[in-house]
């Protein structure tokens, strides 16, 4: 089954005279487990698709049906609870500096009523583990560096097993080295929990990750090449399994 | 309330956390609440002492019930009511003795300065002392001479001299209402907001100072209740027996009467009220300032929190649990000072400036509401947390 299935999505901002239409038929299916990367010109829309998907915008018109739930109408409520299957990581890693890294990744946990407390704290010491900062499980983010935030940042949001992560530029704030490899923990953590995965980037550095690429123009999804990208693949993994 | 309770313990405190991290912030909060706090405080004991003050013949006197027309406004606006009512009175089970006093508002001549002041005259059965005071018993026989007075050795005037002369064993004199008075003793009681002095004499004195007073008209029943009798029930019944032209109240009741009468006619209850009222605007505006600071200042965070799923709820929750914290860790440092401020006021003025558990408990309650108050206004500004800015 498709994990996202959008069809004819129009998207609009502002009113009267700044009335402007930023999407225009988007039509994608995303499968269950499938990497997706959608790259495109700045202010192309990218964003907007990616907040609408997750349910952090109410949709106008058309169809967007996440994990068999249609967003199209759908109440803040409903909204709300739509969030809470989706793991999100920023450009800014967007921690709270007022929690420690461990209990940053807690508070995605947190959420979930059912789980209590000493198993949250052992399921985020253990993806921090995961992530190479246990020894950072104390630290405050003011006293991590990017890649260990952007890192905790990945960590809080795969701890709840979320079905669908979506990532817009996590690499952009940082240098390749961090970047490549936060972006390969983040495909080889999602590729354990089976989870599927829309990022948006503009680094040419990272695509290789993807099962497919999509692009952006001018609100318009252009291109959908998965053969292309399918040949990629091999060495990405190979790539992976080399960097860990 | 069980499911409460559970939530709350698996909970990340975020509210202390948020706080504990900003110290500064923290600082600005607890200083503002301790010092709103301190001037509630202030406030709240300068009132009560100056209405304890004010009744302190009330207080003194010797009684477990009082009799007092409806027309009663105040000590010396007392009026009248028929003496009947007195024996009547004897026929409800429990009351044990019944007796009139006479009260009358009046000018003497100031025996120091020979000036016409105003005092308050009051006249009872000397045998049977009307109020707790030591003094006043010993001069019983001299109060049943003609025209013979005690007065009061705190009056406000200028009587210092004059009462430097009684207290040598001069025989002082003076004059009230064309009849030549001789203060035999002083009892001390102090001045009310009522009357600057009094003074004390027997009923038979008393009537004959002023003829146009009746002995059958009484300002004031002065009731014993049985040894082991709750006041307040025989109260009830004496209020239930007796017709609708004499009120019945307890010693408290009429303490009360006496308070209610001035802050309700006078703007001391205003200007302290006002004062409490200030007192508690500051602090709703500085722990406003910080709240929404902090909130301004989280708006990214909370907004993540929001994409991550979290309810508008718990956001406000966290805004709350911080005005909570700040409530509870501001007040105590503003009892502490407000004690020691209590102190140097009671030995500069002998105002009796006291903590007690209920102010204490009182002003704790003001300032949750006055946080609470804060913190309302402060989550307005969560709205301005869209998950959907975030995303860059
Ligand atoms: N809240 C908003 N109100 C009005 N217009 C908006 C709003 N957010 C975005 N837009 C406009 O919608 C268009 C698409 O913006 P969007 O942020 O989705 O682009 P993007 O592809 O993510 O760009 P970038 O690569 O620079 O992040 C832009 O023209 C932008 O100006
Ligand atoms: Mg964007």
């Known amino acids: 089954m498709a994990a996202i299935t959008i069809e004819h999505l129009d998207h609009y901002f502002g009113h009267g005279a700044l009335h402007k239409q930023v999407l225009f038929d988007i039509n994608l299916e995303i499968e269950t487990g499938e990497i997706v990367i959608m790259t495109g010109p700045s202010g192309s829309g990218k964003t907007t698709l990616l907040t609408l998907i997750g349910a952090l915008r109410s949709v106008q018109s058309g169809s967007l049906c996440v994990l068999g739930r249609e967003l199209c109408g759908a109440k803040e409520k409903q909204l709300v609870a739509a969030r809470r299957h989706n793991g999100y990581i920023f450009q800014a890693h967007n921690l709270h500096r007022s929690l420690t890294a461990a209990q940053n990744v807690q508070m995605g946990l947190e959420l979930h009523s059912q789980i209590p407390r000493r198993e949250m704290e052992e399921r985020a010491a253990r993806i921090l583990e995961r992530v190479g900062l246990s020894d950072r499980a104390d630290y405050y983010p003011e006293n991590l560096s990017g890649g260990q935030k952007q890192r905790v940042a990945i960590a809080r949001a795969l701890v709840s097993h979320p079905a669908i992560v979506l990532a817009d530029e996590p690499t952009a704030a940082l240098d390749s080295h961090s970047g490549r490899e936060v972006v390969n923990l983040l495909h080889e953590l999602a590729k354990e929990e089976g989870c599927t995965i829309l990022l948006v980037t503009h680094d040419n550095r990272i695509l290789d990750v993807a099962d497919r690429i999509v692009s952006m123009e001018d609100g318009r999804l252009t291109a959908q090449n998965g053969r292309a990208v399918e040949k990629n693949r091999t060495n990405s993994i190979n790539t992976v399994l080399q960097s860990t | ?392």
């Open chain 2, 1 to 392: 309330m069980l499911k409460l309770i559970k939530s709350l313990k698996r909970r990340t405190p975020l509210g202390w956390l948020q706080l504990s991290h900003e110290k500064t912030r923290l600082l600005v909060a607890l200083a503002g609440i301790a010092f709103s706090d301190i001037l509630i405080f202030m406030q709240l004991g300068f009132q009560t002492a100056l209405y304890a003050s004010n009744t302190r013949l009330q207080s003194h006197l010797d009684a477990d019930i009082v009799l007092l027309s409806p027309n009663a406004r105040n000590l010396v606006n007392l009026s009248t009511f028929p003496r009947s009512r007195l024996y009547q009175a004897m026929d409800v089970p429990g009351v044990e003795t019944a007796d009139p006093m006479y009260v009358q508002f009046s000018d003497w001549k100031n025996p120091q300065t020979r000036q016409k002041t105003s005092i308050l005259v009051i006249g009872f059965n000397p045998d049977r002392p009307a109020f707790e005071l030591p003094e006043l018993q010993e001069y019983a026989d001299e109060m049943k001479l003609p025209n013979t007075v005690t007065f009061d050795r705190n009056a406000r005037g200028a009587y210092d001299e004059a009462i430097a002369a009684i207290d040598r064993g001069e025989t002082v004199k003076t004059e009230l209402e064309n009849h030549t008075l001789t203060i035999a003793g002083l009892y001390e009681m102090g001045a009310s907001f009522a009357a600057d002095g009094t003074l004390m004499t027997s009923d038979r004195n008393f009537l004959r100072l002023f003829p146009r007073r009746r002995p059958g008209g009484v300002s004031l029943g002065i009731l014993h209740v049985e040894p082991g009798r709750d006041p307040e029930a025989v109260a009830q019944a004496l209020d239930a027996y007796l017709p609708k032209d004499v009120d019945v109240l307890t010693k408290e009741g009429f303490i009360e009467f006496e308070k209610h009468y001035w802050a309700t006619n006078t703007a001391i209850g205003f200007v302290f009220t006002l004062g409490t009222i200030m007192g508690f605007i500051v602090g709703i505006v500085i722990v406003y300032q910080v709240l929404s600071t902090d909130v301004r200042d989280r708006l990214p965070e909370y907004a993540t929190f929001k994409a991550m799923g979290y309810r508008n709820r718990y956001l406000l929750g966290i805004v709350f649990e911080e005005a909570v914290i700040l409530a509870f860790i501001g007040f105590f440092p503003g009892v502490g000072v407000s004690l020691g401020l209590y102190a140097l006021t009671r030995n500069a003025t002998n105002l009796p400036l006291y903590m007690t558990l209920f102010r204490a408990i009182q002003v704790l309650t003001i300032t949750l509401i006055m946080c609470g108050i804060s913190g309302a206004i402060a989550t307005r500004k969560l709205q301005a947390a869209d998950p959907a800015d975030i995303f860059g």
